[in-house]
């Protein structure tokens, strides 16, 4: 039996549990939970998307944003006027932008250069202090975190948010996004899977889950090409050399983050999606179920759906829709872009016609 939310018995009516919110900070979070009705038909599971391009900055990271400056408030390294800085390939940066707008304190985010220009020009529309620079490996000091880092520190009144290691990051999602996942699927959720850049999202929500049912719950990684997150849990804790690249943003990593060591050890296994699998389903999201969104979102959806095919009918797996494809449309539906990176033949025939930008 397809499961479905209370908001679908009502004639798409949504019922919220809440009155009036303080702020742009007090609508982060309480995101509905979709059915991928196509699907789960498909399937015969309940496939079931957090709907994250629903809070008020747009993506997933609008939690850790918020999670990470309330931590700083609370230890006391930020006050009234400070100045926050972060090291980010997009949408923290944006949820940081946001909280900051909306809490009064000024905002520094570096970049890797190979961002969407989209991303880029809402950061600077949102009062950030951008600084795009060469995208260098982890372990060059040149890269942008550590670019970040070096900045903060000589600056008064000023964090450096580290996102990466920062566990308050997974903090906040094994505090409310594991939670409402819990009680939006009224506890029968059998497996959770997302793809991974801090890994504060998989390690928050998979502790959570993983707590509050015993073990029974089972969390999955799904990796795109170029990260060394599948070869690391398939080969039992051995750390590879990075190769290789993906056209989706903000996820993949070429080591082990604090954020993500905290859960890293109980996670089931893992999924390593191409992003021709990726691409389609970006359409296939589009035209079946009328929902846009990028490419680590699509990546979701479809190691959800392997994970329903190798788990079998009648289970329930959740995944996160991240963000919507708006910072990303003028490469995910532009016909040139997609032939470019030799994705164009991955879309099925019948769904290019979606491919509108060139």
């Keep these: 039996m397809i499961f479905f939310t209370a908001a679908s018995k009502h004639l798409g009516v949504r019922r919220f549990a809440s009155r009036a919110v303080d702020g742009f900070t007090g609508a982060v979070g309480n995101t509905p939970l979709i059915n ?56 923290t940066g944006i949820g940081l932008a946001h909280v900051c707008r909306s809490r009064g304190y000024k905002c520094v985010i570096y970049m890797p250069n190979t961002q969407s220009q989209e991303k880029i020009d809402l950061l600077r529309m949102l009062g950030a202090d951008v600084r795009p620079v060469p995208a260098v490996a982890y372990d060059n000091p040149l890269n942008y975190n550590h670019q970040a880092r070096d900045y903060a520190k000589g600056l008064e009144n000023a964090v450096w948010t580290n996102q990466f290691d920062n566990t308050a990051n997974a903090k906040v999602h094994y505090d409310t996004t594991g939670p409402e996942i819990w009680e939006q699927t009224q506890g029968t959720v059998d497996v959770f899977t997302c793809a991974t850049g801090t890994g504060g999202t998989l390690a ?123 910072r990303y449309q003028s490469r995910l539906f532009s016909k040139s872009w997609l032939e470019k990176k030799g994705l164009l033949s991955a879309i099925p025939e019948h769904l290019i016609k979606y491919a509108v930008l060139d």
Excluded at 55 to 76: C, F, H, M, W
Excluded at 301 to 319: D, N, Q, S
């Design 36 to 91: 991928l009705t196509s699907l789960s038909r498909k399937t015969g599971c309940n496939i079931l998307a957090k709907a994250e391009f629903m809070n008020p900055g747009g993506s997933v990271k609008d939690r850790a944003a918020l999670g990470v400056i309330t931590d700083a408030e609370q230890r006391g390294s930020l006050k009234p006027g400070g100045i926050v800085v972060e090291g980010t390939a997009g949408n």
């Design 204 to 326: 928050g929500v998979a502790k959570f889950l993983r707590e509050k049912s015993n073990g029974r719950v089972q969390s999955w990684l799904a990796d795109p090409p170029g990260s060394v997150l599948h070869s690391y849990i398939s080969s039992g804790g051995q750390l590879k050399e990075r190769s290789g690249s993906s056209i989706t943003e903000g996820i993949g990593q070429g080591r082990i983050t604090d954020n993500l060591a905290t859960e890293i050890a109980h996670v089931h296994g893992s999924l390593n999606i191409p992003d021709e699998k990726s691409i389609a389903m970006v359409y296939d999201l589009l035209d079946a179920e009328g929902i846009y969104v990028g490419a680590s979102s699509a990546l979701n959806v479809v190691a959800a759906v392997e994970l329903a095919e190798r788990f079998g009918p009648g289970k329930t797996i959740v995944t996160l829709l991240c963000d919507g494809a708006y």
